[in-house]
Antibody, heavy 120, light 110 residues
Framework: QVQLVQSGAEVKKPGASVKVSCKASGYTFSYYDIYWVRQATGQGLEWMGWVNPKSGNTVSAQKFQGRVTLTKNTSINTAYMELGSLRSEDTAVYFC?????????????WGQGTTVIVSS | QSVLTQPPSASGTPGQRVTISCSGSSSNIGRNYVCWYQQFPGTAPKLLIYGNNQRPSGVPDRFSGSKSGTSASLAISGLRSEDEAVYYCAPWDDSLNGSVFGGGTKLTVL
């Protein structure tokens, strides 16, 4: 079945970087953009950016520009989100999602989420 | 703080009809399609409505969406206890070149 499976939870110190993976299966990986969204505990959803798996083109939310790197490896159907210069406010659950043009760019398949804790 | 405004909470009794609003601007709702997502605690969001008023397969027709100008609404009719969740509106935003999210509305079924 169509699914996105993310890497496991991470605990990082302030100033470090974290890299979250998102492995796609059940569909042609290059056909759909991968979106990244995060959610701090008890807070709403916040978009971070997206990557086109075919071209590698990326767009990042202004808030994260310079700190976030979105990449992909089409040979293993996996997208990555790396966030650097971590601070405590980056503690959140990070989701990847598939953006489906047939659904007017709705995010129709989501990963299970990856918890990232930033603590000294 | 989101560029979209949703009421933080909404409530209704079983069987009632509830509406959740989402107010935006010309760069997002005014010019683009709106999606709505449903999220239960501890789980990933689920696409509920796309293209302003379309439902993915499997979403009950109790859920409906609409848009007018720079505002959008999600209506839930025949409210059920299992509808208790947080609902997010999410249009594309041309100025941000991304899909932005409203602050979310927590729906309580009384």
């Amino acid at each position: 079945q169509v699914q996105l499976v993310q890497s496991g939870a991470e605990v990082k110190k302030p100033g470090a970087s974290v890299k979250v993976s998102c492995k796609a299966s059940g569909y042609t990986f290059s056909y759909y953009d991968i979106y990244w969204v995060r959610q701090a505990t008890g807070q709403g959803l916040e978009w971070m950016g997206w990557v086109n798996p075919k071209s590698g083109n990326t767009v990042s939310a202004q808030k994260f520009q310079g700190r976030v790197t979105l990449t992909k490896n089409t040979s293993i159907n996996t997208a990555y989100m790396e966030l650097g210069s971590l601070r405590s406010e980056d503690t959140a659950v990070y989701f990847c999602a598939r953006r489906n043009n047939l659904y007017y760019y709705g995010l129709d398949v989501w990963g299970q989420g990856t918890t990232v804790i930033v603590s000294s | 703080q989101s560029v979209l405004t949703q009421p933080p909470s909404a409530s209704g009794t079983p069987g009632q009809r509830v509406t959740i609003s989402c107010s935006g601007s010309s760069s997002n709702i005014g010019r683009n399609y709106v999606c709505w997502y449903q999220q239960f605690p501890g789980t990933a969001p689920k696409l509920l409505i796309y293209g302003n008023n379309q439902r993915p397969s499997g979403v009950p027709d109790r859920f409906s969406g609409s848009k007018s100008g720079t505002s959008a609404s999600l209506a839930i009719s025949g409210l059920r206890s299992e509808d208790e969740a947080v609902y997010y509106c999410a249009p594309w935003d041309d100025s941000l070149n991304g899909s932005v999210f409203g602050g979310g509305t927590k729906l309580t079924v009384l």
